[in-house]
């Protein structure tokens, strides 16, 4: 039988794999920082970099 601090840490863990998941899949460019304090993730940082090399006013080794 599992107590309701179990089913709790269960869901935590679900909500964060799902965040993180969702997190990977939708970011193109860019990074993501997980916070850890005491062995537990407790903040997901998504940072994305926009792109725009098919700009057409973009040369090569021109920058914007």
């Known amino acids: ?8 840490v269960e869901a935590l863990n ?6 993180l998941l969702t997190s990977v899949k939708t970011l193109k460019y860019g990074h993501i920082l997980i916070t850890v ?4 993730i407790v903040q997901v940082d998504k940072t ?6 098919d700009s057409p006013y973009y040369e090569k080794g021109s920058g914007i």
């Open 48 to 53: 994305e970099k926009l792109r725009f090399n």
């Open 37 to 40: 304090h005491d062995s537990k």
């Open 1 to 8: 039988m599992t107590t309701p601090n179990k089913l709790n």
């Open 14 to 19: 679900e909500r964060v794999m799902k965040e």
